[in-house]
């Protein structure tokens, strides 16, 4: 029986000082787009957006001092047909957590 085709994802995931990583699974042959990435960190971290694991498809940077210790984005990045998207914290102190969320295009 094939996967049930999703018409809108959202992927958490809390980690601590390796930071975070989301992964959520895309039915096969329809375009999405990851629509918000957000979340908290309690240290300086680069946060990413990435289909597959390692080829960066959009980079943000938190600057905790700066920033403060959330963060949300909203960069409208088409995901490729299948596979996965994923959204990372690269690190943290000790808390860290990030969501990542979109829909068909």
Known sequence: MAAPQIDVFSATAAGTNAGATATQALSVGIAYVA????????????????????????????????????????PRIPAPRGGVIIGKIAS?????????SGSRK
């Open 35 to 74: 629509l918000n990435i957000s979340g908290h960190t309690d240290a300086d971290s680069v946060i990413t957006i990435e289909s597959p694991a390692a080829t960066i498809l959009w980079e943000g940077a938190v600057d905790v001092s700066v920033d403060g210790i959330g963060f949300d984005f909203n």
């Open 92 to 100: 943290s102190t000790a808390d860290c957590q990030v969501t990542i």
